[in-house]
């Protein structure tokens, strides 16, 4: 596939000048995002200011009506979005999909299937290497559930999680994928302030333990502000400001964007 | 901990070799048991097969299919013809009229090719029609289902709507009940591996499954696949069991008569879904007497089937004799 060693000068994801359409309506104008290994970025914007169409192109959910999409230097353009995930590449979901009829430890099993060795004949022989790799995959499945303290709920049913630790498994189970970048869509939202703390700790955690990439979008400031690097900034389907967290929440751009426009005295009189 | 795991997980096997040997044995007493019983063994045997196959299609993978008894359809008539008229032809010398032992050896590729046949026209319908999901898909099934019924109905060269008879009586309890066995096996053997929760994956939800990597339509379809390839060997057993085969015997009330199965063995579960269809043979032939009556009656003790679940209620009992058998997709 492709190649693993990181080169300096191509950017792990580049998005260059990305339009989504629908019909009349512009969802994105123009994107251009870059972002390089292991960094840690924020997508931040307003309500339907197209963070998640932002998304659902780089996941192959919607195709750019203009515009190229670079993962490690190669088009990733028109491929369907599990072949994205085989790419390097996993997200989780804003509005939670786990499996609910299968429990924790097959949730994340269920990473594994895309990368066996083994396929549909082999499963059906029960032969050494199967087993073997049967064991390898739930070991490794173990020591995840061990790693983000999801050991204990491992035979319940997904669906009987707490919410954050729902969020919790969802992350884990991308985790498991082994992606380069890991997208997440706004994983604090519905959370209470404990469970954004223990989040915020996660996405660190996971950053400087995996040396995954991670695209946080997020609507709560807070979170994003706290621990991204940098910050990137969509309004009405354009990037408005990128930079450092102190030096895009200075911006007046961005100030506007989420308090409106500042009016002069004589238009308020 | 591990060890039950691993020991769970080459289980299979063993059930494999035990019911194979099952299947020897009773083919050996075969003479003690009378007529009667064996057809009705048979006629288990073959909806064993037809419903956990079925169950993967729409149990463990979701997908709604109405044309299952179009796949056992083509199996039976591309067996018949081969048993029939292709080896005749190619080896005129034996005698085929009777059960011999040359036509009993022939009737493992038979099967096998009836399976194949019936894999490639699941192949054909499926490839396509799986991009649609729910009712869509229910309605293209439904549809193909009754092509293949009136295409036989029309093709003189298979009798058309008289069908055909005279087929050589080659299924017996070994072949029958061996092949449920090892249909019972391949179906215990996926849904018990990494591979296989693909397929719940895949129901549960499509989109977080691609997004996890999974190829939901190569899932979809290969699910399809061996369904309609084990339809398809149902069907070769079913022709050679009952000796005539018409196209109405595999209109969609067999179809439908096979999801039920599927139902009341609880949706996912290859065993519960063994025990249902079991279940459904003994009650159709316990029902013969009542005559004019007799669907009605049916109709009652399915809809009491589906309110007191006999066969997730069986499962305990199952569980506690070989420990492991029939738990839940989800459990592992």
Known sequence: MSDTSPTPHVPLLEVRNCSLRFGGISALTDVSLKIGHAELVGLIGPNGAGKTSLFNILTGVYQPTRGEIHFEGSSCVGLLPHRINILGMARTFQNIRLFGSLDVRMNIRTSFIARLRNGLVHTIRRGRSFLSEEKEIQEEARRLLAYFGLEEAASLPSRSLSYGDQRRLEIVRALATKPRLLLLDEPAAGMNPTEKEALKRLVTQIRSEFGTAILLVEHDMKVVMGICERVVVLDQGQVIAEGTPDEVRADPKVIAAYLGESHSEEEIS | ?332
């Open chain 2, 1 to 332: 901990m591990f060890s039950v795991y691993t020991a769970r997980f080459s289980n299979p096997r063993l059930g494999l070799v035990a019911g194979l040997a099952c299947a020897a044995l009773l083919q050996c007493c075969g003479g003690w048991i009378d007529p009667y019983t064996t057809q009705v063994i048979l006629f288990a045997a073959i909806n064993v097969i037809l419903a956990t196959s079925l169950n993967l299609v729409m149990g463990e993978t979701g997908q709604f299919s109405l044309c299952h008894a179009a796949f056992m359809a083509v199996g039976a008539y591309a067996s018949a013809l081969m048993t029939g008229r292709v080896l005749p032809s190619l080896l005129p010398h034996f005698s085929w009229t009777g059960i011999s032992w040359a036509s009993q050896a022939f009737f493992f590729p038979v099967l096998l090719i009836a399976g194949l046949v019936a894999a490639l026209v699941g192949l054909i319908v499926g490839g396509p029609s799986l991009r649609l999901r729910g009712d869509y898909l229910a309605m293209v099934t439904l549809g193909f289902g009754e092509i293949i019924r009136v295409l036989l109905q029309n093709t003189n060269a298979v009798g058309g709507a008289r069908g055909m008879d005279g087929i050589l009586p080659a299924t017996n309890l070994f072949w029958a009940v061996g092949s449920a066995v090892v249909t019972l096996y391949t179906m215990i053997a996926l849904v018990r591996s990494t591979y296989g929760r693909g397929f719940l994956a895949v129901r549960d939800d499509e989109i977080a499954a691609a997004a996890m990597g999974i190829d939901t339509t190569k899932f979809k379809v290969t699910a399809f696949i061996i369904g309609a390839f084990f339809a398809g060997i149902a069907g070769a057993l079913y022709a050679h069991a009952v000796e005539f085969i018409s196209p109405e015997g595999f209109n969609f009330l067999r179809s439908f008569e096979i999801i039920v199965m599927v139902i009341l063995g609880g949706l996912g579960r290859p065993v519960g879904v063994a025990v249902s269809a079991i279940l459904i043979t003994l009650l159709n032939e316990w029902l013969r007497d009542l005559s004019q009556y007799r669907m009605v009656v049916y109709a009652l003790i399915i809809i009491l089937f589906m309110i007191i679940r006999p066969a997730e209620k069986l499962l305990p009992f199952f569980r506690r004799l070989v420990p492991g058998v029939g738990k839940k997709p989800s459990r592992s």
